[in-house]
C-alpha cells in the first residue's frame, strides 16, 4: 500500500524525454514508482487527460520578509511552485542589528518595490546574523521549500555601517569581515550569495543598493568563500541589465567569466533584450558559451520566460498618476469614486493638459510609448501584435494617444489593466526569448515573486510558460511541451544543486503538479489589499492546476489549499564536482 498513487496520467518527468502515460506511486514523501503500479494508494489521485510533472522551482524571488508572514507564500503556490529560492539581487533581511532594520526595509521597498509599512508590520524579528535568520525561517511551516542566499546589500551595511550603504570602497579589513560572514552564512546552509551592480536598482532613499560598485578584490574575496567550500550559486543582476548606458558593455562578463573559472563554482547573471540595443544579449549569451565552453567558467545568463512588465491600471500605477490635478484631487480616493470624478469633462480636460508634477528616476529608460501599452483581455496576452497597442487603437480611430488611454483606464469599473513591456520587447515579438529558451546554458528565473508588488506580476510566469510556449503561441514556433516543464523543474533545481527535486524518477522528492493542460489558463491581474498593514499588491491566479504535492502531500486541489504545509527550509550541501544543469 503507497501512501498516494497518482494514476494514469501523463507524465512528463522534467528530464526533456518524451511524455508517457503512467502512474507516479509515493511513500513517505519520496517518489517509490513511475510506470506502470499495480498497488493501490491510500489516497488515490486521477489524473486521466491531465499531465503529471515536477513541481516548479523559482530561483528567483524576494519571499524574505513574506515567508515570516505568510505560509502560503501567494501568488507563487497558485502555479504549481513548490520550491522557491529567495535573497536575489543584493537585497535580504540578514545579517541586521536592530537600529538597522529599518534601513533595510527601507532597501527592499526601494529596489523591489514591496510596501514598508507591510514589511514593517508583517516581519517578527528574530534574527541577527544570517544563521539565525535561517533558523527562524526553518521554525515557521508552509506549503512550500524555501532556500535563501546571503545578499551582499545586508552584509555591506553589517560590516560597514554607513560606509557601506553608501557605496564607499571596502579596506582589506571590511572584505575579511564579509567574506567571514558569508563563510558562515554557506555552512548555516544558505544555497549562494546575491549581489546587484544595475544601477536601476535604488533604495527609497534613492541610493543605489550598497554593493552597487564593489571592486574587484571585494567581489573575488567573496565569490571565492562559494569556491573555497565548494557549493553555493553566486548570483547577481549585473550593470546595464536594466538598459542603463555602459561604455563597455560586456565589462560584467569579462570579470564574472574569470571569477567562475577560478573559484569554481557557478553564477547566474540577469539578462534582458532592452530597447537601447536590442541585439546586445545575443553577444552576451554567446560570450557565456564560450567561456563555459574553452576557460572552465560556469556562466549561466537568467532570462525571464516573457516580457518584463509592469501592468498598468488606476490600482498600480499609469501615464497621469504624476500629474498635479491626479495627485492632489483624486489619488486618495476609492477606486469607484475616482472613476467617477476621472469621467468629468473638466477634471478629464485638466488632467490631459498637464505635465507630470514629479519625475520617475528610471523615465529615460521607460519613456512614455503607446505603442507598447496594450489592453489586457479577459485571455492575458503576452505577445501582443503592434495592432492592438493603445497607439493603434487610437489610429485607426483618428484620436489622440493620451486621450484613448484616458478613456480605456476610465472605462467600465475601472478595474482595466494594460501590458506595458519594459525589456524583453524591443522587436514586439518573442522571438528573442524564444532563442534565449533554447541556449542549454540559459535558465529561466527572474520572476521577481513576493516583489514589485504594485506594479509587476511575473510570479505566475510558470503557468505562462506552459500555456504560451508549449500550446498557444501563434505569432512564431513553440516549444515542446517535456521542453519547458525542464526548464522550470530539473534544469532550475540542479543549477542550485537541488538534486532531490525537479525528476518524476524514484528517490526524488515527491513534488507533484497534476495539470489539465488542455484547460490550464491564466486569470487576469488584479489588485487587492491583503498585505499587513492593509498594503496592496497585484496578484494573478490560475485554472487547471488538478493537484499540487509538496513531499506526497496534497498542498492544492483545484486551486484550493488543503490546509497542508509541508514546507521546510532547504540547506545547500557541499557540492564539489559543481553544478551544471
Same mark, same amino acid.
Given at each position: 500500500?503507497?501512501?498516494v498513487?497518482?494514476r494514469?496520467?501523463?507524465v512528463?518527468d522534467g528530464?526533456g524525454?518524451a511524455?508517457?502515460?503512467g502512474d507516479?506511486?509515493?511513500s513517505d514523501?519520496?517518489i517509490?514508482?513511475?510506470?506502470?503500479v499495480?498497488?493501490?494508494?491510500?489516497?488515490?489521485?486521477?489524473?486521466d487527460?491531465?499531465?503529471?510533472?515536477?513541481?516548479f *522551482?523559482?530561483i528567483?524571488?524576494? /519571499?524574505?520578509?513574506?515567508v515570516?508572514?505568510d505560509?502560503?507564500?501567494t501568488?507563487s503556490?497558485?502555479?504549481g511552485?513548490t520550491? *522557491?529560492?529567495?535573497?536575489?539581487?543584493?537585497v535580504?533581511?540578514a545579517?541586521v542589528?536592530?537600529?538597522?532594520?529599518?534601513?533595510?526595509i527601507?532597501?527592499?521597498?526601494g529596489?523591489?518595490?514591496?510596501p514598508?509599512a507591510?514589511?514593517s508590520?508583517?516581519?517578527?524579528?528574530?534574527w541577527?546574523?544570517?544563521p539565525?535568520?535561517?533558523?527562524?525561517?526553518?521554525?515557521?511551516?508552509?506549503?512550500?521549500?524555501?532556500?535563501?542566499?546571503?545578499?551582499?546589500g545586508?552584509?555591506r551595511?553589517y560590516v560597514?555601517?554607513?560606509?557601506?550603504?553608501?557605496n564607499?570602497?571596502?579596506?582589506?579589513?571590511?572584505?575579511a569581515?564579509m567574506?567571514?560572514?558569508?563563510?558562515?552564512a554557506m555552512?548555516?546552509?544558505?544555497?549562494?550569495f546575491?549581489?546587484s551592480?544595475?544601477?536601476?536598482?535604488l533604495a527609497?532613499s534613492?541610493e543605489p543598493?550598497p554593493?552597487t560598485?564593489?571592486a574587484?578584490?571585494e567581489l573575488?574575496?567573496?565569490?571565492?568563500?562559494?569556491?573555497?567550500?565548494g557549493?553555493?550559486v553566486?548570483q547577481?543582476?549585473?550593470?546595464?541589465a536594466?538598459?542603463?548606458?555602459m561604455?563597455?558593455?560586456f565589462?560584467?562578463?569579462?570579470?564574472?567569466?574569470?571569477?567562475?573559472?577560478q573559484v569554481?563554482?557557478?553564477?547566474?547573471f540577469?539578462?534582458?533584450?532592452?530597447d537601447?540595443?536590442p541585439?546586445?544579449?545575443?553577444e552576451?549569451v $554567446?560570450m557565456?558559451?564560450?567561456a563555459?565552453?574553452t576557460?572552465?567558467?560556469?556562466?549561466y545568463?537568467q532570462?525571464?520566460?516573457?516580457?518584463f512588465?509592469v501592468?498598468?491600471?488606476?490600482?498600480?500605477?499609469?501615464?497621469?498618476k504624476?500629474?498635479?490635478t491626479?495627485?492632489?484631487?483624486?489619488?486618495?480616493?476609492?477606486?469607484?469614486?475616482?472613476?467617477?470624478?476621472?469621467?468629468?469633462?473638466?477634471i478629464?480636460r485638466?488632467?490631459?493638459?498637464e505635465s507630470?508634477a514629479?519625475v520617475?528616476p528610471?523615465?529615460h529608460?521607460f519613456p512614455? $510609448?503607446?505603442?507598447?501599452y496594450?489592453?489586457?483581455?479577459?485571455?492575458?496576452?503576452?505577445?501582443?501584435?503592434?495592432e492592438?497597442?493603445v497607439?493603434a487603437?487610437?489610429?485607426?480611430?483618428g484620436?489622440?494617444?493620451e486621450?484613448?488611454m484616458y478613456?480605456?483606464?476610465?472605462?467600465?469599473?475601472?478595474?482595466?489593466?494594460?501590458?506595458?513591456?519594459?525589456?524583453?520587447?524591443s522587436e514586439?515579438?518573442?522571438d528573442p526569448?524564444h532563442q534565449?529558451?533554447?541556449?542549454?546554458h540559459?535558465?529561466?528565473?527572474?520572476?521577481?515573486?513576493?516583489?514589485?508588488?504594485?506594479?509587476?506580476c511575473?510570479?505566475s510566469?510558470?503557468?505562462s510558460?506552459?500555456?504560451?510556449?508549449a500550446?498557444?503561441?501563434s505569432?512564431?514556433?513553440r516549444l515542446?511541451?517535456?521542453?519547458v516543464v525542464?526548464?522550470?523543474?530539473?534544469?532550475?533545481?540542479?543549477?542550485?544543486?537541488l538534486?532531490?527535486?525537479g525528476?518524476?524518477r524514484?528517490?526524488?522528492?515527491a513534488?507533484?503538479?497534476?495539470?489539465d /493542460? $488542455?484547460?490550464?489558463a491564466?486569470r487576469p491581474?488584479?489588485f487587492?489589499h491583503?498585505?499587513?498593514a492593509?498594503g496592496?499588491?497585484?496578484i494573478?491566479?490560475?485554472?487547471?492546476?488538478?493537484?499540487t504535492?509538496?513531499?506526497g502531500?496534497?498542498t492544492? *486541489?483545484d486551486g484550493?489549499?488543503?490546509?497542508?504545509?509541508?514546507?521546510?527550509l *532547504?540547506?545547500?550541501a557541499?557540492?564539489?564536482a559543481?553544478a551544471?544543469?
Amino acid at each position: 500500500m503507497y501512501d498516494v498513487v497518482v494514476r494514469s496520467g501523463t507524465v512528463v518527468d522534467g528530464t526533456g524525454d518524451a511524455a508517457r502515460t503512467g502512474d507516479v506511486a509515493i511513500s513517505d514523501g519520496r517518489i517509490v514508482a513511475v510506470g506502470r503500479v499495480s498497488g493501490r494508494g491510500r489516497r488515490e489521485i486521477d489524473a486521466d487527460g491531465c499531465i503529471v510533472t515536477p513541481g516548479f *522551482v523559482d530561483i528567483h524571488t524576494h /519571499f524574505d520578509g513574506q515567508v515570516t508572514w505568510d505560509p502560503l507564500l501567494t501568488p507563487s503556490c497558485w502555479h504549481g511552485v513548490t520550491t *522557491v529560492v529567495m535573497g536575489n539581487c543584493g537585497v535580504g533581511f540578514a545579517p541586521v542589528t536592530e537600529p538597522n532594520r529599518e534601513w533595510l526595509i527601507g532597501l527592499m521597498e526601494g529596489v523591489e518595490d514591496i510596501p514598508g509599512a507591510s514589511l514593517s508590520e508583517g516581519i517578527r524579528w528574530a534574527w541577527e546574523s544570517f544563521p539565525e535568520y535561517l533558523e527562524a525561517v526553518a521554525g515557521l511551516s508552509r506549503v512550500m521549500d524555501v532556500g535563501a542566499q546571503v545578499p551582499h546589500g545586508a552584509v555591506r551595511a553589517y560590516v560597514m555601517g554607513e560606509r557601506g550603504a553608501a557605496n564607499e570602497p571596502a579596506t582589506p579589513e571590511d572584505i575579511a569581515a564579509m567574506t567571514a560572514i558569508v563563510r558562515e552564512a554557506m555552512h548555516a546552509g544558505a544555497l549562494g550569495f546575491s549581489t546587484s551592480r544595475t544601477t536601476t536598482h535604488l533604495a527609497i532613499s534613492g541610493e543605489p543598493v550598497p554593493g552597487t560598485f564593489a571592486a574587484e578584490d571585494e567581489l573575488f574575496a567573496l565569490g571565492g568563500v562559494l569556491g573555497e567550500l565548494g557549493t553555493g550559486v553566486f548570483q547577481l543582476v549585473p550593470a546595464g541589465a536594466g538598459g542603463e548606458p555602459m561604455e563597455d558593455q560586456f565589462r560584467e562578463v569579462k570579470w564574472m567569466r574569470r571569477l567562475s573559472a577560478q573559484v569554481g563554482r557557478p553564477i547566474t547573471f540577469g539578462l534582458f533584450q532592452n530597447d537601447h540595443e536590442p541585439h546586445l544579449w545575443r553577444e552576451i549569451v $554567446d560570450m557565456a558559451r564560450r567561456a563555459n565552453e574553452t576557460e572552465g567558467a560556469q556562466l549561466y545568463p537568467q532570462i525571464a520566460g516573457r516580457p518584463f512588465s509592469v501592468i498598468v491600471g488606476l490600482e498600480s500605477t499609469h501615464p497621469f498618476k504624476r500629474r498635479p490635478t491626479y495627485q492632489e484631487q483624486l489619488a486618495h480616493l476609492p477606486l469607484a469614486e475616482r472613476v467617477a470624478r476621472m469621467r468629468d469633462p473638466e477634471i478629464r480636460r485638466r488632467i490631459l493638459a498637464e505635465s507630470p508634477a514629479t519625475v520617475n528616476p528610471r523615465a529615460h529608460l521607460f519613456p512614455e $510609448d503607446y505603442e507598447k501599452y496594450f489592453p489586457f483581455g479577459r485571455q492575458p496576452d503576452y505577445e501582443p501584435g503592434r495592432e492592438d497597442s493603445v497607439a493603434a487603437i487610437a489610429a485607426r480611430a483618428g484620436r489622440d494617444c493620451e486621450e484613448v488611454m484616458y478613456d480605456l483606464l476610465v472605462a467600465g469599473d475601472g478595474t482595466q489593466t494594460f501590458l506595458r513591456p519594459l525589456l524583453g520587447y524591443s522587436e514586439f515579438s518573442l522571438d528573442p526569448i524564444h532563442q534565449m529558451l533554447r541556449e542549454p546554458h540559459c535558465v529561466v528565473g527572474l520572476s521577481d515573486a513576493g516583489a514589485h508588488c504594485r506594479l509587476i506580476c511575473d510570479a505566475s510566469t510558470p503557468t505562462s510558460q506552459l500555456t504560451h510556449w508549449a500550446r498557444d503561441r501563434s505569432r512564431g514556433e513553440r516549444l515542446g511541451l517535456e521542453f519547458v516543464v525542464h526548464k522550470q523543474t530539473w534544469q532550475t533545481a540542479a543549477l542550485y544543486g537541488l538534486r532531490d527535486r525537479g525528476l518524476l524518477r524514484p528517490g526524488f522528492k515527491a513534488d507533484v503538479n497534476v495539470i489539465d /493542460f $488542455d484547460n490550464l489558463a491564466l486569470r487576469p491581474p488584479q489588485f487587492v489589499h491583503d498585505l499587513p498593514a492593509g498594503g496592496g499588491r497585484l496578484i494573478q491566479r490560475a485554472d487547471g492546476y488538478r493537484a499540487t504535492l509538496v513531499s506526497g502531500e496534497v498542498t492544492f *486541489v483545484d486551486g484550493e489549499h488543503t490546509g497542508a504545509r509541508p514546507g521546510r527550509l *532547504v540547506r545547500g550541501a557541499r557540492d564539489t564536482a559543481g553544478a551544471r544543469p
